[in-house]
T-cell receptor, first 117, second 112 residues
Framework: KAGVTQTPRYLIKTRGQQVTLSCSPI?????VSWYQQTPGQGLQFLFE???????NKGNFPGRFSGRQFSNSRSEMNVSTLELGDSALYLC????????????????FGAGSRLTVL | LAKTTQPISMDSYEGQEVNITCSHN???????ITWYQQFPSQGPRFIIQ???TKVTNEVASLFIPADRKSSTLSLPRVSLSDTAVYYC?????????????FGSGTQLTVLP
């Protein structure tokens, strides 16, 4: 069974540019969530999608957005990049049994490491 | 939302038992506590999950007191390959919002 696939694994952008990251969940998983990981802030929740609908959103500015397609694949976009956006962006999928619950075991991808210069 | 706190780092020797505690004062009353392990350049990986008292699987035990304001991950007889960062994940209820929140993470270093 294939795991969660994130592309690209590494990318370098400059301030002001935008970036799109992609996530392919485990087959059959309809919930996809995104997290930002930095040394200073740790793992922070960005947003969660289920059946193409954003159901939860973390405390991030509107420059961070995402979407989910009918095949459950998800993308996240960051516009007008800032130096502080440099981070590892992690995607996780789950076979949801309870909405907005820690009971849903998350399977993470390896992440996309974004460096903003 | 209230922070979910863990010790920043811990050192242990091979073969010892390691206990890592996570404090989560504002945990939602009806949700699970989950622990994840993360190696460098990888995403976190599920270790164990529980709601109350004690849960044990083939790799770890999870102890949860009656008030559920903390939880302790216990790793028996650690080996060098257990060197990783460990995170707890809980549903935090601030009164106005409920959000899944990772702990600050604990870097466990196992020494030979």
């Amino acid at each position: 069974k294939a795991g969660v696939t994130q592309t690209p694994r590494y990318l370098i952008k400059t301030r002001g540019q935008q970036v799109t990251l992609s996530c392919s969940p485990i087959s059959g998983h309809r919930s996809v969530s995104w997290y930002q990981q930095t040394p200073g802030q740790g793992l922070q929740f960005l947003f969660e999608y289920f059946s193409e609908t954003q159901r939860n959103k973390g405390n991030f500015p509107g420059r961070f957005s995402g979407r989910q397609f009918s095949n459950s694949r998800s993308e996240m976009n960051v516009s007008t990049l800032e130096l502080g956006d440099s981070a590892l962006y992690l995607c996780a999928s789950s076979l949801e049994t309870r909405r907005n619950s820690g009971a849903n075991v998350l399977t993470f991808g390896a992440g996309s490491r974004l460096t903003v210069l | 939302l209230a922070k979910t706190t863990q010790p920043i780092s811990m050192d242990s020797y091979e073969g010892q038992e390691v206990n890592i505690t996570c404090s989560h004062n504002n945990i939602a009353t009806n949700d699970y506590i989950t622990w994840y392990q993360q190696f460098p350049s990888q995403g976190p990986r599920f270790i164990i999950q529980g709601y109350k008292t004690k849960v044990t699987n083939e790799v770890a035990s999870l102890f949860i007191p009656a008030d559920r304001k903390s939880s302790t991950l216990s790793l028996p007889r650690v080996s060098l390959s257990d060197t990783a960062v460990y995170y707890c994940l809980v549903l935090v209820d601030s009164g106005s919002a409920r959000q899944l929140t990772f702990g600050s993470g604990t870097q466990l270093t196992v020494l030979p």
